[in-house]
């Protein structure tokens, strides 16, 4: 299963994220959020699988981002000139 997770994130276009749920629909269950999330938290290779892309179904970045927290996610997604207000990314705008 991890690898289908992180096979995702490849394929999410620069300036886009996408959020927890849909890779969970990806691999078949939306119920699978939390271990799309447990799974992304152990990411080994941060530049290769970008789940700093990641969002909850309201937009709203991780606090638990693994490599910075909330700025550290925050700053990857503005330098793909992703909009981010208060820690969330306008999904209407940006979604995949």
Known sequence: MKEKVYEYLTKIPQGKVVTYKQIAEYLGNKNLSRVVGNILHNNPDE???PCYKVVNSKGHLSKNFAFGGLEGQKRRLEKEKI?????????EKYQF
């Open 47 to 49: 530049k290769k699988y």
């Open 83 to 91: 909009e981010v207000k208060e820690y969330r990314v306008d999904l």
